[in-house]
């Protein structure tokens, strides 16, 4: 037997080699199931279970699934098991056993006491909160001590539609898959209110009893791994940071557990959770990326700007509130409409504006949480503003191209038949303002976008006025001038209003398509006026209307050009069809202008009107 024969052992016959002990554990492995862990090393990461009824085994931090954290005494289900390198078994996955959660949590607390771990004091936990927060809800009720009180302010029930979930480290933090983790923190006082931005609530906001704080990272960091980083993680991507937060903050405000909100990076603005979950929007739909939610506005030294992009690692963004030739308020609502539209390019595309990119701004752009177009019906680069951007101010600052004109000169320039319509969110805004001049406030709003031409899109206002009736009204109609329509005859410009002490969608659908039968018709029939009678046909619309009479109600001057026409349509019966000519339909319209019989038609279908 040669030298190599003799250091590999004795050459055996074929057939009669003995099996090893790894070889015959590997034919009757033991089967998973319930184990108890017997020991854990927190430095090494490696520790021993016990099988019910079965041997021990090794297992690592790796195998542990679902968010476990180890500790001796646990009950846990181990599900696969295979061979050890060194021999033997190992536990390749184990899982909390169910059931468990409230004991494993009592021996976790135990062992981060007996290490020292202690949870930092409430003094400590608003310090943390206001530098790296994200965001704060403020609790009608402090958790309970411990992982148990934490875990049931943040139940399974809770995180699993959200794809999160809870683990301890041993601060808890949430799990949002893709290797994407966020820290909490929770305090078990209130969050002192010194510090905060309380523009958006009442004075007698309660502050709670406790508080839970969703942490972002170091502020500025973002940014900066955003300019090195080809993809950078999508804070609004459906597992994105801020929509996990949104949804989680919309889930604890609905049940009833939150009752305010602090967005820590916006300059500590407070928000009681109605107004919060307005400005949120849909957090369900893909589509929507709430700048509001998120940021605030801030005027200084001429320049406005926006707060709180560093949340989702943006550079926030300045624009200048005064501009040649703009009265006050337009030349704000143009940097406004500039820095929110600069916020949303960044948001829905996940990615910086580039240094020297040209903005188009859209006069009178609505920015909500959803792309453009669903929040401006005929939305149109006409009269657009346009910026260059470039570094400066807070981030980036918007350098106006050209001069904007005033919306009232764009107004005078359109309304004549050569001219061409206004674009749409430009006149919302020119008109909303002349109604808001008079004591009106908007409170709700329906879009008709996409209709064949040359029905103009438009939108139905609910405006509230100061003696509590509502104001519902088209806005879109008018710009649009009627064919064969005179301003001396004032039937040229026309919008449609009621007011009513409620409103309700199926009476905004009655207005709108009275506005859109204005402009379907031929244009060789007469056209429609004040103290005219329009017929249909057959009852139409949600409410079978058959024939109105038109009142006049007044006009809106815009600042230039003609003037809008209001008219407010007057529900005649079958009746009144017959017995009343159209050479009485004025004076019938004077007897009935302020009769509460003939008002109150138009919500007698109308559900709990």
Known sequence: MGLMDWLKGRKKEPGTEAATPGEAQREVPPSPGPAVIVSFDRGDGVGTLELEGGPQLRFGRSACREGLEPVPSMRVLVTEIEPHPRGGWRACALQPASGSEAAADSLLDAQDSALGHAPPPLEQVVATAMELGALTLLLAQAPEPGRAGIRKLLSPELLEPLGARLE??????????????????????PLPVTGLDRRFVSPDLPPGAGFLTLLGGVPGMGLKLRHIAPNHPDAFGPQGSLRVFGKLAQQLIQAGAAHAVVVHRAGQVLFDAREWLRRLGEPEDLRCRSPGAWLDLGESQGMLSSYGMDVADFPDVSAPSSGPGL????AYSRAHEAVLLACHTMLHGNRLLADGEELVVPLGVAVGAFPLAVDNPGLSEAFAARYRVQPGGRGLQLVPVAPVPRLADVWARTASVSGGPMPFPAYRQLLLSQMEAKGLRKVASISRDNLPAPQP?????VLRSQNGRFVTMTCGIGRVLQPRGSVEQDSAHLEFLLNLPTHHPMIAESLSLIGRMLHARSPEEPPWAPEHRVRFGEPTGPLGMKAVALAWAGHVELGAGPPVCLLVPM???????????????????EQHANSAEVLGRWLQKVPSA
């Open 327 to 330: 009265p006050e308020g337009e």
């Open 571 to 589: 529900l005649m019966t079958d009746e009144e069809l017959v017995s009343v000519s159209l050479g009485m339909v004025p004076q019938w319209i």
């Open 457 to 461: 899109p438009h939108e139905v206002l």
């Open 168 to 189: 301890f480290s041993p601060s808890p933090m949430l799990n949002l898959g893709d290797s994407q983790t966020v820290r909490l923190l929770v305090g078990q006082g």
